[in-house]
């Protein structure tokens, strides 16, 4: 690795293609996630060179003479990585091979390795190593030259240091393995899921554009002390935490992985059991960083990424947060739902607190009960599991009227219904 001025930070020249039929705006903000994509895992970026063309050359990426000017510039700053801004196929891996010194890695590589870096439970580990060996299995072939200096650094961490190139048959196996452990822990989490369900707790799901804030909501809501970093990615593995609302009730705040625009489709495969908890949510907080000036496509990303996971039609609330950076008047895109907030500030937290609230007594059906005095368990069991409860003693009738909300997906529903005294009401019904 080259060192210049004493600097231990490997160094990199950026390369896009930016193509006429596409949006000018998403081809900036892929560029400038690359550039942040880069900063996250440590490398310094002297240079960026894009070209205009209509389509991406299928040998080389871009036009050879381009290519070749690029290998120039990389021995003039003597950079350790040519870092492409799209997924590279096995042939131009070779041929980009041939032409450069230094290490040639893309968009997907770079992702990859951050991931390896920051994935700290055995499914997000597990789910990493999957991805880096099904995007490697197909490109070995040309991977002499790349595999031979292996040692560390970028586009190298996790499998990179077995002998890839001389044993396919070594990683389908321990793809197939990786699957079968993948599959248990989904397996295991899903009993964990039901059993949540059976037991009727509110669960709320916080999905949002990477470095959004909601690893910081969180921690500021339930002291979760998840990893906060101004940096793509900080949050790899969902964090699930107790939130205790103003009322009493306990509900399930899940924190997930960021989204982010052209995410590799090795990683939206590996990363779809972990997001797939989004839909057993209740409620979605879609927490955006209003501050940003790409909002409305981050918005975009994540609202396709609801619909791919079949998650579109479950109650949502959009969390403009960082409203301590923004102007006052800035233009914030219209949603059926939205509150403004900054998480550093307490009373925000506290208007998301009631907004959640409303939301979770939303699911809850309001009834009047009469409960005899012998029945002790039963008004037991709706203290345990019921919201706003109230009772007087009716001594006519040696009963006590309970006023309670009840979830009537609760397995204790039907046991509570022979001391109805009233019909339930809908929770749009007054109380």
């Known amino acids: 690795m080259h060192k210049e001025h004493g600097k231990e930070r490997e160094t990199a020249i950026l390369v896009a293609c930016f193509l006429e039929h596409r949006d000018d705006e998403r081809a900036r903000l892929s560029l400038a996630e690359l550039h942040e994509l880069a900063r996250t895992a440590g490398v310094e970026v002297l240079d960026t060179i894009t070209q205009h063309r209509d389509r991406i050359d299928a040998a080389w990426y871009l036009g050879s003479g381009k290519i070749l000017e690029i290998a120039q510039r990389a021995q003039e700053l003597e950079v350790d ?59 070995l072939a040309g991977q002499g030259k790349q595999l031979s200096r292996l040692g560390g650094g970028i586009g190298t961490r996790g499998p990179g240091e077995t002998k890839l190139e001389s044993d396919r048959r070594h990683i389908r196996r321990r793809i197939s393995e990786l699957k079968a452990q993948l599959q248990e822990i989904v397996r295991t989490r899903q009993l964990h899921r039901e059993r949540r369900k059976k037991n009727s707790v509110y669960q709320v799901a916080l999905v949002g ?27 790899l593995d969902p964090t699930t935490r107790q939130l205790s609302l103003p009322s009493g009730m306990d509900v399930l705040l899940t924190d997930t992985v960021g989204f982010i625009q052209d995410l590799p489709t090795a990683l939206v495969a590996a990363f779809r059991s972990t997001l797939e908890g989004v839909r057993e949510a209740d409620l979605i907080l879609h927490v955006v960083d209003s501050h940003h000036p790409d909002l409305e496509i981050h918005m975009e990303v994540v609202e396709r990424e609801l619909r791919n996971l079949q998650a579109e039609e479950i109650p949502r609330v959009t969390v403009f947060n960082k409203a301590d950076l923004i102007h006052p008047g800035t233009y914030l895109p219209k949603t059926e739902e939205s509150i403004l907030i900054s998480a550093l500030r307490d009373e925000d937290l506290q208007l998301l607190v009631k907004r959640i609230e409303e939301h979770a007594y939303a699911a809850f059906r309001a009834m009047m009960l009469k409960v005899p005095v012998d029945r002790g368990d039963i008004l037991s069991l709706l203290y345990r599991e019921g919201v706003e409860m109230e009772q007087e003693y009716a001594e006519q009738e040696a009963a006590y009227l309970v006023k309670v909300r009840l979830n009537r997906d609760h397995p204790v529903y039907g046991r509570i219904l022979p001391f109805l005294a009233e019909a339930p009401q809908t929770s749009e019904e007054s109380w």
């Open 209 to 235: 554009y990477t470095n959004a804030g909601k690893s910081t909501l969180l921690n500021r809501l339930t002291k979760a002390n998840t990893l906060e970093e101004d940096k793509l990615f900080a949050t």
């Open 81 to 139: 990585l040519i870092i492409f801004n799209d997924e590279l196929s096995p042939s131009q891996v070779r041929n980009l091979d041939t032409v450069f010194d230094c290490k040639v890695i893309d968009r997907t590589q770079l992702i990859l390795d951050i991931f390896a870096g920051r994935a700290q439970s055995r499914e997000g580990k597990i789910q990493v190593e999957l991805a880096q060996y099904s995007y490697l299995l197909p490109r």
